[in-house]
Each structure stands twice: as C-alpha cells, then as structure tokens.
Nanobody, 122 residues
Framework: VQLVESGGGSVQVGGSLRLSCVASGDTIGRYCVGWFRQAPGKEREEVAAVNTATGNTYYAESLKGRVTVSRDNSNNTVYLQMSSLEPEDTAMYYC?????????????????WGQGTQVTVS
C-alpha cells in the first residue's frame, strides 16, 4: 500500500489543522493506520492510530483531547484533526500502516510510510 499525506501548513498558536492520509494500491480497511511526528533533532513519536476495520482509536496520552483520528474507508483515507495547536506541535507528520494495531506506539514496526507533511505552529 502507498500512503500520501496532505493538509500540513503554517498555523497560529491555538489554531487547527486536519491532515489526510490517502492510501492506494490496497484497501485501507485492512490496516492499522498510525500518525507519527518528528521534530528536528528529536525521536519520531506516536500521535494516534486507528484500526480501520473496527474503528477503534488510540491516542498518545499527552495529546488526548487535542487530536482526533478518523477514517473514511470508502475513500481509502485516514484523517488527523488537530486543535489548540502549540509551537511544540511543530514537526513533520507521517502516516504509516501495518496489519493490526498491537504495539501501535512503536513506529519501527510499521511497514508502510508516507512522505510526511510539515506542520509549523507559531
């Protein structure tokens, strides 16, 4: 499966963004899709994930309440809605896919990755 993110950009503190992750080459409903982010000089970290078959969602504890992950299987798309953005949210955001959401926080076990979309909050 190939993944392409979009929706990043520059936003003011307190603003919102919705990122999209569009899949091709396979049905996204077979995968767990995770969102991760990486700021310059920092380790890649988990944001959220969704089991696209069941709709079950998972969130990084530190981001709960500010991010919402959702899916639209008919359009092979997963979304990440982010609100109350802070400068610390500035990072490259990636979506990734694997079979099953066990250990979803471990980015190294995801098999497929998009190219990323930059989010800058100032």
């Amino acid at each position: 499966v190939q993944l392409v993110e979009s929706g990043g950009g520059s936003v003011q503190v307190g603003g919102s963004l919705r990122l999209s992750c569009v899949a091709s080459g396979d049905t996204i409903g077979r995968y767990c899709v995770g969102w991760f982010r990486q700021a310059p000089g920092k380790e890649r970290e988990e944001v959220a994930a969704v089991n696209t078959a069941t709709g079950n969602t998972y969130y990084a504890e530190s981001l709960k309440g500010r991010v919402t992950v959702s899916r639209d299987n008919s359009n092979n798309t997963v979304y990440l809605q982010m609100s109350s953005l802070e400068p610390e949210d500035t990072a490259m955001y990636y979506c990734a896919a694997k079979r099953g959401c066990s250990s979803w926080k471990t980015y190294r076990i995801f098999d497929y990755w998009g190219q990323g979309t930059q989010v800058t909050v100032s």
